[in-house]
């Protein structure tokens, strides 16, 4: 007797340099879980990445509707990239609802794999498709792979005690599964990662694992697809990398900062989208001295924050847009006792509550004068996510040596996205220049140091060092109660000085590409990406295009007024309505063409190499395209 044998299809292999690939669905179907996990094995693999997650704003929106879609994109390449790409090369879509408001950006040829058993004639109604568009034709322009990955994934548990509803939560692992398989990765990081997460659950780390390996065996095992792909490993520096979110860095710089000063953290916050996973991550630390509050507003969560530096500790607020003009009241009292403050401000959409999940630069002149009478701050911003790390650091630093409140501008484009980041030495790490105030004879609150212009830092309770603080003005040395006129128009420069005096103390902007010519295109925070690809792509086409990128806001760095002079055309990409456009015109007197996208997405980089060539002639008026109101967008 013999036994047949089934051979397994061989399966041709291409090898690319860069792919990009979406997974979308109900708002309940795993689609951030599928993506950060097919980022860690990819950060494992070698691949320079970039990620963009997008999710809806209601905790649960409606099954199957079309706002309650959630997205999570992935660019992993073999090469340096800096964007999470324009467009995807593979869609990976659940349900009706999430093909609809996110097939219209995938490019044309692109693969396209659905779960055919979710497009059922109500699903179809809710995404409001007049017609199963699998089978209407309307997809041909793509490689569509219909899978019935319900049904396939509620076999693979057979036997587990689970009901339906239970089993359904896990074809998103079957689709992670079969993803992971056709791009060359393997199943290792992902269940390693599900022991440890539902270690006290056997039943659903048993139907995760299950449903990985179906979906990873089914693309061994099935005909549907002709080619598998790989993208082999970037080359990089040696070194220890892991991926990293912006939020994240941000709290890890928060505590590196802690340990280089040796002061102790404390971080008042109150939950705001995108910036409490700040709050969630610190709250890891308590190992390390981090005492975190999750206060009940957030005029409680800055006051304890200034009360926190009032006593001699590193005191540091986060927030969103909405949040920081509830703080501004209070963050002008750190302004006038002049005490070392920190507030993070992760920037959405808005106004009011906006949307509250989608990203947006709109608060950038809010950090500079959202607050009542002549009261400087410092401002900086992070670039990527991995920045957010160093600019953490920066924020503490130049908040400690110079006694002030400084801004930080992260926005929820580089908050939540990932990147490959190389875990720093604490040795190489910039100090932190600190004091006390030291007794003397003579000591005074407000008798400066010559050279930063900072006060003295007392904490309080100590003989020797009693002084007032409030928000009323303050006598120039005494810190007494004065109502001087001319004390205080010199307090009020004093003030406004001090943060002028900081340019000093930080480094000069750099220009990439030529040091004069046709067009600079010059921004901030979360547009690096975007403006240094595009402006790279149009010096490989032969055009004198520079750029450069803004991590110090106030004061601008030095250098920053000579280097726009050197340039014909001045062009800033931004998500608002052109607020450091309008920074650059008063201060500098340069004509900046102002480029605005307020779609709470980011630019892409033909959007930004559109906008080029129509600031050196080479086409006309460029007007932005927008893809549907849900999903993560197009154009």
């Known amino acids: 007797m013999t036994t047949a044998t089934l051979e397994r299809p061989t399966h041709a292999v291409e090898q690319l340099e860069r792919v990009t690939i979406r997974f979308a669905g109900d708002s309940g179907d795993g689609m951030q879980l599928t993506g950060s996990q097919f980022t860690r094995t990819t950060a494992v693999f070698g691949n320079d990445l970039a990620t963009l997650p997008d999710f809806p704003a209601e905790i649960r929106a409606p099954t199957g509707s079309l706002p309650g879609v959630s997205g999570f994109q992935l660019s992993f390449s073999s090469n340096d990239i800096r964007t999470p790409g324009d467009a995807p090369d593979a869609l990976v879509a659940m349900n009706p609802a999430a093909l609809k408001t996110n097939v219209g950006d995938l490019v044309k040829g692109g693969l396209l794999i659905v779960d055919e058993d979710e497009f059922s004639a109500g699903n179809l109604k809710k995404a409001q498709y007049a017609s199963n568009p699998l089978d209407d034709g309307s997809l041909t322009g793509y490689q569509l792979i219909k899978i019935r990955i319900t049904r396939q994934n509620e076999l693979a548990l057979e036997g587990l005690p689970m009901n339906a509803a239970q089993k359904f939560r896990s074809r998103n692992f079957y689709a992670l599964g079969l993803i992971l398989w056709l791009y060359g990765r393997g199943m290792e990081t992902t269940i390693r ?61 928060l505590v590196a900062a802690s340990v280089k000063s040796g002061l102790p953290l404390f971080y008042g916050s109150y939950p705001i989208t995108p910036a409490s996973a700040v709050l969630e991550e610190l709250n890891k630390y308590k190992h390390f001295g981090v005492k975190t509050l999750q206060a009940e507003d957030e005029i409680a969560a800055i006051g304890a924050s200034i009360g926190a530096s009032y006593g001699g500790a590193l005191g540091v607020t986060g927030t969103s847009g909405p949040g920081l003009a509830l703080k501004s009241e209070a963050l002008n009292l750190a302004v006038m006792t002049e005490l070392p403050l920190v507030v993070i401000d992760v920037q959405r959409a808005g106004p009011s509550t906006g949307m509250p999940t989608k990203t947006e630069q709109s608060d950038l002149l809010q950090a500079m004068f959202g607050r009542n009478g002549d009261s400087a701050v410092a401002i900086v911003a992070p670039a990527t996510p991995g920045d957010c790390f160093v600019m953490a650091i920066e924020a503490c630093r130049l908040a400690l040596k110079y006694m002030v409140p400084v801004i930080l501008l992260s926005d929820g484009y580089v908050g939540n996205g990932s990147e490959p980041w190389l875990v720093p ?6 100090a932190i220049p600190w004091s006390y105030a030291k007794p003397a004879d003579n000591w005074q609150p407000y008798l400066r140091d010559p050279k930063t212009l900072a006060r003295p830092w007392a904490v309080p309770g100590q003989k020797g060092f009693e002084h007032r603080v409030g928000g009323i003005e303050k006598s120039e040395h005494s810190g007494d109660i004065s109502y001087d006129p001319e ?149």
């Not at 030495?425 to 910039?430: G, I, Q, R």
């Not at 001045?570 to 900046?592: I, S, W």
């Open 193 to 253: 990662w599900a022991e440890g997460q539902f270690k006290r659950s056997p039943d659903v780390l048993e139907a995760n694992v299950r449903a990985l390996k179906a979906g990873y065996n089914f693309g061994e095992t099935t005909e549907m697809f002709r080619v598998r792909y790989e993208v082999p490993p970037a080359k990089v520096a040696p070194g220890l990398y892991r991926s990293i979110a912006g939020n994240e860095a941000t709290a890890l710089g």
């Open 425 to 430: 030495d604490v040795a190489d790490l910039p």
């Open 487 to 635: 004390n205080h128009h010199r307090m009020t420069m004093l003030r406004m000085n001090k943060v002028a005096g900081m340019v000093a103390d930080i480094p000069d902007i750099e220009v990439m590409g030529p040091e004069t010519g046709d067009v600079l295109v010059i921004g901030w925070g979360g547009t690096f990406g975007a403006i240094t690809s595009a402006a790279e792509n149009a010096r490989k086409a032969g055009k004198s295009v520079a750029s450069a990128h803004i991590r110090y806001l106030n004061p601008f760095p030095a250098n920053l007024g000579d280097i726009l002079k050197r340039y014909k055309k001045v062009v800033v990409p931004e998500l608002n309505t052109g607020q450091l456009a309008l920074l650059l015109r008063a201060k500098y007197l340069v004509d900046a063409i102002p480029f605005n996208k307020i779609s709470g997405q980011p630019f892409k980089i033909a959007e930004i190499e559109a906008k080029i060539d129509e600031a050196l002639g080479l086409r006309g008026p460029y007007k932005l395209e927008f893809g549907p109101a849900s999903g993560l967008g197009g154009g």
